[in-house]
């Protein structure tokens, strides 16, 4: 098979984008090296961002990837992906997977923003996405589903869901549940000591809280975030 | 012989690093192993400064990966441990001048001769701190007891996690104890509380460790410092050894401990 038809790249805002066919993964990335490998002085220096399609991949094989372009002088910022496999790998690598996402941090989200907020195939807001550890300073989880988190959420972190987000553990970072306008997603944890809060686009900065910590949830309440102990004592 | 790659990150620039990869290097030396240095970071290179050897810099770590000089010629001998050596980094070049398996090569090659390899790691995340990382069997992040430091050794661990490298051990440096009873400093529980790694030293805050840098004389070979016995510390616990922790931030309590013991 001739390589240009498992390559397209075409040049964007922030660099260039590669797009690879839906070859087995290391054809596709032999391929990718070798057209590097054609015109180097082309892509040296260059920002990549690589559209992988619906593979499915691992730690080892992207950071395997990220190496042998960053040998080539090449750096791997974006990984675009409708594998949430994938998806979930870049982000805690700290790539970025969207290429012009609104920035949730900025705008207010609303349902018109729907469209740069891509949902991937068989992802809505009843699917949950597994994290089964503590999520460190600088990593990012965006998902159009549930997020549940084994672990803590230490400060400097972010989670952006578009349904509910239940950490067992400390919240200590940022979350965004809700984050397409669904009102009726909740956060809850065993420790809610968050940088901040948002259910759709309601924002809070909780108070400091002294003593034990215990669980509790956060949910919406006539327009207005508000924590409870869980289990509360109405159901 | 198989030696083993430590390499000793951050995340935040001026929190150590190189301050503890001389010194542990210094403490390990001492002990009788055999250990290099390699300064990691290219293009700012300072470790031959703090071990005094920086006269002596004749090839750098780049002309080796460049195959202008063999891996012998650019190990500086340390002037008073003579098992100790020095691989400078090179002062004019960027750090893309190496790539991460250009260090797998190097440490495979000086794993052959030396029990211990120690890699200063540049500040940051990027090319410099990725080459550092490559060939390490063991990663010691430096932090400081305050809240930006630890929350860049957060980031750090997360890199580490997600690359599935061997769990960091941790090295909490300028500790000091009176500003943590005062409650103005990051205590270690605190540190600890967020990154729950392994701490492998805790190194208080010492003017004497700057009056060693600038004399090129790292303090470990110091016998009375408190600074000097951290860092002997944390080379021991390398080697496997138990060893307890200086009592640091509880020294008022343990006096009136003792004082009331006394007076019975
Ligand atoms: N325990 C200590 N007590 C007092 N001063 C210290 C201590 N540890 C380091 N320092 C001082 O802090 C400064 C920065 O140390 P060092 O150069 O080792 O940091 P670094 O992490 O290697 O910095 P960079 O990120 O720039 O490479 C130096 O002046 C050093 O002498
Ligand atoms: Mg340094």
Same mark, same amino acid.
């Not at chain 2, 990691?40 to 090839?59: A, K, P, Q, T």
């Not at chain 2, 008073?80 to 090179?90: K, T």
């Given at each position: 098979?001739?390589?240009?038809?498992?390559?397209?790249?075409?040049?964007?805002?922030?660099?260039?984008?590669?797009?690879?066919?839906?070859?087995?993964?290391?054809?596709?990335?032999?391929?990718?090296?070798?057209?590097?490998?054609?015109?180097?002085?082309?892509?040296?220096?260059?920002?990549?961002?690589?559209?992988?399609?619906?593979?499915?991949?691992?730690?080892?094989?992207?950071?395997?990837?990220?190496?042998?372009?960053?040998?080539?002088?090449?750096?791997?910022?974006?990984?675009?992906?409708?594998?949430?496999?994938?998806?979930?790998?870049?982000?805690?690598?700290?790539?970025?997977?969207?290429?012009?996402?609104?920035?949730?941090?900025?705008?207010?989200?609303?349902?018109?923003?729907?469209?740069?907020?891509?949902?991937?195939?068989?992802?809505?807001?009843?699917?949950?996405?597994?994290?089964?550890?503590?999520?460190? +300073?600088?990593?990012?989880?965006?998902?159009?589903?549930?997020?549940?988190?084994?672990?803590?959420?230490?400060?400097?972190?972010?989670?952006?869901?578009?349904? +509910?987000?239940?950490?067992?553990?400390?919240?200590?970072?940022?979350?965004?549940?809700?984050?397409?306008?669904?009102?009726?997603?909740?956060?809850?944890?065993?420790?809610?000591?968050?940088?901040?809060?948002?259910?759709?686009?309601?924002?809070?900065?909780?108070?400091?809280?002294?003593?034990?910590?215990?669980?509790?949830?956060?949910?919406?309440?006539?327009?207005?975030?508000?924590?409870?102990?869980?289990?509360?004592?109405?159901? | 012989?198989?030696?083993?790659?430590?390499?000793?990150?951050?995340?935040?620039?001026?929190?150590?690093?190189?301050?503890?990869?001389?010194?542990?290097?210094?403490?390990?030396?001492?002990?009788?192993?055999?250990?290099?240095?390699?300064?990691?970071?290219?293009?700012?290179?300072?470790?031959?400064?703090?071990?005094?050897?920086?006269?002596?810099?004749?090839?750098?770590?780049?002309?080796?990966?460049?195959?202008?000089?063999?891996?012998?010629?650019?190990?500086?001998?340390?002037?008073?441990?003579?098992?100790?050596?020095?691989?400078?980094?090179?002062?004019?070049?960027?750090?893309?001048?190496?790539?991460?398996?250009?260090?797998?090569?190097?440490?495979?090659?000086?794993?052959?001769?030396?029990?211990?390899?120690?890699?200063?790691?540049?500040?940051?995340?990027?090319?410099?701190?990725?080459?550092?990382?490559?060939?390490?069997?063991?990663?010691?992040?430096?932090?400081?007891?305050?809240?930006?430091?630890?929350?860049?050794?957060?980031?750090?661990?997360?890199?580490?996690?997600?690359?599935?490298?061997?769990?960091?051990?941790?090295?909490?440096?300028?500790?000091?104890?009176?500003?943590?009873?005062?409650?103005?400093?990051?205590?270690?529980?605190?540190?600890?509380?967020?990154?729950?790694?392994?701490?492998?030293?805790?190194?208080?805050?010492?003017?004497?460790?700057?009056?060693?840098?600038?004399?090129?004389?790292?303090?470990?070979?110091?016998?009375?410092?408190?600074?000097?016995?951290?860092?002997?510390?944390?080379?021991?616990?390398?080697?496997?050894?138990?060893?307890?922790?200086?009592?640091?931030?509880?020294?008022?309590?343990?006096?009136?401990?003792?004082?009331?013991?006394?007076?019975?």
């Amino acid at each position: 098979m001739a390589e240009s038809s498992l390559i397209q790249i075409k040049g964007i805002r922030d660099g260039l984008l590669v797009t690879l066919g839906e070859a087995a993964w290391p054809v596709a990335q032999r391929a990718l090296l070798e057209r590097i490998e054609a015109q180097p002085e082309f892509f040296k220096g260059a920002r990549l961002s690589l559209d992988v399609g619906a593979q499915a991949l691992r730690t080892a094989e992207l950071t395997a990837l990220r190496d042998q372009l960053s040998e080539r002088g090449i750096t791997l910022w974006a990984v675009v992906s409708t594998s949430p496999v994938t998806e979930t790998t870049a982000q805690l690598l700290g790539l970025a997977t969207r290429l012009f996402k609104p920035s949730p941090s900025r705008e207010a989200p609303s349902r018109t923003s729907s469209r740069a907020f891509p949902v991937a195939k068989g992802i809505d807001d009843e699917t949950a996405l597994w994290v089964g550890k503590t999520l460190r +300073s600088g990593t990012r989880i965006e998902f159009d589903g549930h997020v549940v988190v084994l672990g803590d959420v230490n400060p400097g972190a972010e989670i952006i869901a578009g349904g +509910s987000i239940i950490v067992w553990g400390r919240l200590r970072g940022f979350v965004h549940a809700g984050a397409r306008g669904n009102r009726q997603a909740v956060i809850c944890a065993l420790d809610l000591a968050p940088t901040q809060l948002r259910v759709a686009d309601e924002i809070a900065v909780p108070p400091r809280r002294h003593g034990k910590p215990q669980p509790e949830m956060v949910r919406l309440k006539d327009g207005l975030l508000q924590a409870e102990p869980w289990p509360g004592s109405e159901k | 012989m198989t030696g083993t790659v430590v390499t000793v990150t951050s995340g935040k620039g001026g929190v150590g690093k190189t301050t503890a990869v001389a010194n542990i290097a210094v403490a390990l030396a001492s002990e009788g192993k055999k250990v290099v240095c390699i300064d990691g970071d290219i293009g700012l290179r300072n470790l031959d400064v703090i071990m005094g050897l920086e006269n002596r810099i004749v090839y750098d770590i780049v002309d080796v990966v460049e195959g202008r000089c063999r891996t012998r010629q650019a190990m500086i001998r340390d002037k008073r441990l003579p098992e100790l050596f020095l691989i400078p980094a090179a002062q004019t070049r960027d750090k893309n001048a190496v790539s991460p398996s250009d260090m797998v090569r190097l440490c495979d090659e000086l794993r052959a001769e030396m029990d211990w390899i120690l890699i200063d790691s540049p500040a940051g995340i990027e090319r410099g701190f990725r080459n550092a990382v490559a060939p390490a069997d063991r990663v010691l992040i430096v932090t400081n007891p305050e809240m930006s430091a630890v929350r860049d050794a957060d980031r750090v661990i997360g890199l580490l996690e997600a690359e599935e490298k061997p769990a960091p051990s941790l090295i909490i440096n300028r500790l000091n104890p009176n500003m943590v009873r005062r409650g103005d400093m990051l205590s270690v529980d605190d540190v600890y509380d967020l990154l729950r790694i392994d701490v492998i030293g805790i190194v208080p805050e010492d003017e004497n460790v700057i009056v060693a840098s600038n004399r090129g004389m790292p303090l470990a070979l110091d016998g009375k410092s408190k600074a000097g016995q951290a860092f002997r510390n944390i080379a021991r616990r390398l080697n496997g050894e138990q060893v307890p922790f200086i009592d640091l931030e509880s020294t008022s309590l343990w006096d009136r401990l003792v004082k009331l013991a006394g007076r019975k």
